[in-house]
C-alpha cells in the first residue's frame, strides 16, 4: 500500500529535486555575512571586477539585503560555465526589520556557501562571529534544504591596522569545525582574493 505523501516528504523531495537542478545547471548560491563596516559589499564588487574599480573610503551600509550574481568564469578565468548568486546581507542586527527575521526562506533557502566576514580593524566583529554562526543555525532549523551550506571565515581589511586576537580566531576555528576554511583579504591590494575565489569554485563544482 502507498503510504501518504506528507509535508516533510514534499519538502525533502524538493530539496532533493532543486539541489539537482542546480548541479545540472551549475548554479551555486552564496550568503555573505557578518557584522557592519567589515567589508562585505567590498569583497563582493572584489570578487567579481577582480579589483575595486574606485576606492573610497566611505562607507554605504548595506540597508537589508543585496543580490548580486557571480560567473564562475570571472572568479575561475577561462570559459568555465556557471553562476554563483550572493546575498549580501545587512550587518546591523539592531535595524528594526533584518533579513534573518523578515526573509528567512530568501536568506537561506538553497544555500552552498556561507561566508563569515569581520575586519582586522574590528575586534568586535571578530567577536560577533559566534552571533551570526548561532543566527545562521537557528535559520537552518526552519529550512527544508537536505544539506548544510559550508561555512568560511575571512579576515579582511588586512590592509589596515590590527585590532584583533590570532587565538581567539584559532579558538573559533578549533570550536566550529563546521567552519572548513579560513581565509585573510584586502579589498584594496588584493591580497588572500584569488585563493577565496578558487575555494568558491571549488567547493561549488563539488557540490553538496
Known amino acids: 500500500m502507498d503510504m501518504p505523501m506528507t509535508s516533510t ?16 545547471h551549475k548554479v551555486g548560491k552564496m ?13 563582493l564588487n572584489v570578487l ?26 570571472d572568479l575561475a578565468g577561462g570559459d568555465q560555465v556557471g553562476v554563483v548568486q550572493v546575498i549580501d546581507i545587512a550587518g546591523q542586527l539592531d535595524q528594526p526589520i533584518h533579513p534573518f527575521r523578515d526573509a528567512g526562506r530568501l536568506a537561506f533557502g538553497g544555500i552552498d556557501i556561507i561566508i563569515l566576514v569581520f575586519g582586522s580593524d574590528d575586534l568586535q566583529s571578530l567577536l560577533d562571529i559566534e ?35 590570532q587565538e581567539l580566531v584559532d579558538v573559533l576555528l578549533k570550536s566550529r569545525p563546521q567552519i572548513e576554511a579560513y ?4 579589498c584594496l591590494n588584493g591580497d ?3 585563493a577565496l575565489r578558487r575555494w568558491i569554485v571549488e567547493r561549488i563544482s563539488k557540490g553538496g
Request: glycine share 8%.
Open 9 to 24: 516528504t514534499r519538502s525533502s523531495d524538493s530539496a532533493t529535486l532543486l539541489e539537482r537542478i542546480k548541479q545540472r
Open 31 to 43: 550568503l555573505l555575512a557578518g557584522s557592519g563596516a567589515v567589508g562585505k559589499t567590498s569583497l
Open 48 to 73: 567579481k571586477h577582480g579589483a575595486l574599480d574606485s576606492f573610497k573610503e566611505e562607507y554605504h551600509r548595506t540597508l537589508f539585503l543585496n543580490i548580486d550574481t557571480l560567473k564562475m568564469a
Open 131 to 165: 552571533k551570526w554562526i548561532t543566527l545562521i543555525e537557528d535559520g537552518q532549523g526552519t529550512s527544508s534544504d537536505a544539506h548544510l551550506p559550508a561555512m568560511v571565515l575571512v579576515r579582511n581589511k588586512t590592509d589596515l591596522p590590527d585590532a584583533f586576537d
Open 183 to 186: 581565509f585573510e583579504t584586502s
Open 192 to 194: 588572500g582574493i584569488d
